[in-house]
């Protein structure tokens, strides 16, 4: 004849060890006492016939519910909805930083070689200037003074 010990006797029959032990006390379960660790053993025969006669009492139903979802409160919802309009909003931003950094580099590089124009044209202005003859100084100051202010 099998013996089982208290978390034997629980997976062999679905019920919880805490169940069994109700079971045991109200005198449904008779029990043996155990060596060592074990607290007690439960013979195979006594536990087919607490099966028999009493495991609906103890036994505890699920019924599977296929359309069980788990439960969101309306505060979390509000929290994803504010978070996915965040991570669009960032996505809209980066978009409109790289369309603006797209426009802005090209504009950049064209600074860099028209101020290199603008001192070679300053250079040649000057140089033309300087060329002018003597006899006309109003208008080489007139010049030199727009020079200067580019």
């Not at 079971?23 to 439960?42: M, P, Q, R, T, W």
Request: glycine residues 2%; proline residues 3%; charged residues 30%.
């Amino acid at each position: 004849m099998r013996k089982f010990t208290l978390y034997q006797a629980s997976r062999h029959t679905g019920i919880s060890r805490y169940k069994l032990e109700q079971a045991i006390d109200s005198g449904h379960l008779k029990i043996f006492e155990g060596k060592g660790n074990v607290k007690c053993y439960i013979h195979e025969s006594d536990l087919t016939q607490f099966i028999e006669k009493h495991a609906d009492q103890y036994r505890r139903f699920s019924y599977p519910n296929e359309q069980k979802q788990p439960f969101v409160s309306d505060e979390i919802h509000q929290y994803i909805d504010n978070y996915e309009k965040l991570i669009q909003e960032k996505d809209r931003v980066i978009s409109l930083l790289e369309f603006q950094n797209q426009k802005l580099m090209p504009l950049t590089e064209k600074n860099e070689s028209s101020t290199i124009k603008i001192h070679e044209l300053r250079a040649i202005a000057s140089k033309a200037i300087n060329h002018l003859p003597n006899d006309k100084p109003n208008l080489i100051s007139d010049l030199k003074q727009q020079l200067d202010r580019i």
